[in-house]
């Protein structure tokens, strides 16, 4: 069966009868780069399983926070793929005075004094390279597409959908997580948030709102599990985490040779420390774990054989821990 250019996925089958038992209300999404794509196929092996429907909450890091922002508006995992699968991720580096990538390829050009003052100018007066403006653009398009604005903020969306959205960002000045929702920030734009939950330090400029400084939620909160906690029984959310089971506890070794992969490494081993936290607790019951194999984070470079794995991988372990919850393993 062919699903939108993804092949070898039979969609549906019987997959609403096994699970009719176990119904969640809230979705936790971790970040993770360009290995939120492996979500769409998660979305998609619930909305099979008839379980989308119900859902009242959505939270999400990075790129999770896209995801769960998107769901929050109302797109489905059919509009998802469409919109995500086929999308050049380079883009989002566009808005920058240098080649970020040919950077990071061969970080020689900094001794070069033209490309070595423009990168020392944008981060002594940005704190980083890429303003993210085409994230935005982008997101305010998908927006429109779902009959919101581009200025949406909190209270208008939950006030629109009836769906509780939390997205986590790092607050520097504080040096502390900060949850944007409708009841801790009603008047922040929803795109805004999603822009800050996603900039890497050093590479995008960071979010500033009411005088204070965002980076990427990943950095202390990758994986907001316990986010509902507080409102709802303990299973009543299920989460996804970008990393293989065994992986958390025992990751594989990756190469260091470049700036890039470098960076790659170090925004890694910090989302780690939280996903390691999930193995601590009884988190990991709650918490689908999705191989990405052996994407990184910013490979945005990703082939669209590759964009389809990540699909496969996360559509077929979703199927597999919702029979496996019913079945009681």
């Given amino acids: ?146 009959g919101f604005s581009k200025d949406t903020t909190y209270r208008e969306l939950y006030k629109a959908t009836g769906k509780c959205l939390k997205i986590t960002l790092c607050n520097l000045n504080y040096g502390k997580t900060v949850i944007a929702s409708y009841e801790n920030t009603p008047e922040l734009p929803v795109i805004h948030s999603i822009r800050g939950s996603m900039a890497i330090p050093f590479i995008y400029w960071p979010f500033e709102w009411k005088g204070d400084v965002y980076v990427d939620g990943g950095l202390m909160y990758n994986y907001p599990i316990e986010i509902f906690d507080d409102s709802c029984s303990w299973d009543k959310t299920l989460g996804f985490l970008l990393t293989a089971k065994e992986q958390v506890n025992n990751p594989a070794r990756k190469e260091d040779r470049n700036l890039w992969e470098h960076i790659g490494r170090l925004y890694e081993a910090l989302m780690r420390v939280d996903d390691e936290y999930c193995f601590r607790t009884d988190n990991q019951k709650r918490t689908v774990f999705i191989d990405t194999k052996e994407v990184d984070v910013l490979d945005f470079d990703l082939s669209k054989e590759g964009k389809e794995a990540l699909y496969k991988e996360g559509y077929m372990v979703t199927r597999n821990y919702l029979g496996a919850v019913v079945k009681g393993t």
């Fill in 1 to 146: 069966m062919v699903f939108y250019g993804v092949q070898g996925i039979e969609h549906g089958a019987d997959l609403r009868e096994m699970t009719d038992l176990y119904q969640p209300d809230n979705l936790v999404f971790s970040g993770g780069g360009i290995k939120g794509l492996s979500l769409i196929g998660a979305i998609k092996a619930l909305e099979d399983a008839g379980k989308m429907a119900a859902i009242k909450g959505y939270a999400g890091t990075s790129a999770g926070a896209i995801t769960a922002a998107l769901l929050a508006i109302g797109m489905n995992a059919d509009e998802l793929q469409r919109q995500m699968m086929s999308m050049d991720y380079n883009l989002l580096f566009k808005r920058s005075n240098i080649n970020i990538q040919a950077l990071a390829q061969n970080p020689r050009k900094l001794l070069d004094p033209l490309i070595g003052g423009l990168v020392a100018y944008d981060e002594v007066q940005h704190k980083g390279l890429c303003d993210g403006s085409f994230a935005a653009i982008w997101l305010n398009r998908l927006f429109q597409l779902k």
